[in-house]
Antibody, heavy 115, light 111 residues
Framework: QVHLQESGPGLVKPSETLSLTCTVSGGSISGYYWSWIRQPPGKGLECIGYIYSSGGTNYNPSLKSRVTISIDTSKNQFSLKLNSVTAADTAVYYC?????????WGQGTLVTVSS | DVVMTQSPLSLPVTLGQPASISCRSSQSLVYSDGNTHLNWFQQRPGQSPRRLIYEVSKRDSGVPDRFSGSGSGTDFTLKISRVEAEDVGVYYCMQGTHWPFTFGGGTKVEI
């Protein structure tokens, strides 16, 4: 059974960079797309972007100028960086397998943007 | 972006009775490969979303057969044949055809 686990700081200051890592276990990271999705408190879900195991990426145009997703197949991990954050970026951030199908999800991690 | 519109926003249900959620997309979700990439997710309180249905009507492993998906083009439905207490939560449709992939606003199912 594939398991995903997000990790990273739960509090980020405005204008700084949010950095999260997703560790994949129970299966290989190779040969799949991997996604980041977020959910502001009490609100709906938004796709941030995804990466293929070979490194190709696709980002939501609404966030494209601030987002970088990278992958480290040797560690079975992929990562999210979102720079110049504001309070509007406060959300639960999820990592998930694939892009179109989102068949496995992590438990999510709450990131709060506040000084 | 493709707008996914769900109705109703809130769905009070009675145990053992059927329930139905509608999802409409602002564009056809038929992809160039001929597949329609419409998924349904269940999010129980305090949990991450769990996929129930993919490609309109294909049920995930372990999902009870009381859940079924149907529809085509821009009009889709999730049905629960007999609601059980464990079905409480928010249900989201999501399109995986046009990037950025987008979710509906959610339907809260409550007993």
């Amino acid at each position: 059974q594939v398991h995903l686990q997000e990790s990273g700081p739960g509090l980020v200051k405005p204008s700084e960079t949010l950095s999260l890592t997703c560790t994949v276990s129970g299966g290989s990271i190779s040969g799949y797309y991997w996604s980041w999705i977020r959910q502001p408190p009490g609100k709906g879900l938004e796709c941030i972007g995804y990466i293929y195991s070979s490194g190709g990426t696709n980002y939501n145009p609404s966030l494209k100028s601030r987002v970088t997703i990278s992958i480290d197949t040797s560690k079975n991990q992929f990562s999210l960086k979102l720079n110049s954050v504001t309070a509007a970026d406060t959300a639960v951030y999820y990592c998930a397998r694939t892009a179109r199908y989102l068949d496995y999800w992590g438990q999510g991690t709450l990131v709060t943007v506040s000084s | 972006d493709v707008v996914m519109t769900q109705s109703p926003l809130s769905l009070p249900v009675t145990l053992g009775q059927p329930a139905s959620i509608s999802c409409r997309s602002s564009q056809s979700l038929v992809y160039s490969d001929g597949n329609t990439h419409l998924n349904w997710f269940q999010q129980r309180p305090g949990q991450s979303p769990r996929r129930l249905i993919y490609e309109v009507s294909k049920r995930d492993s372990g999902v009870p057969d009381r859940f079924s998906g149907s529809g085509s083009g821009t009009d889709f439905t999730l049905k629960i044949s007999r609601v059980e207490a464990e079905d409480v939560g928010v249900y989201y449709c999501m399109q995986g055809t046009h990037w950025p992939f987008t979710f509906g606003g959610g339907t809260k199912v409550e007993i």
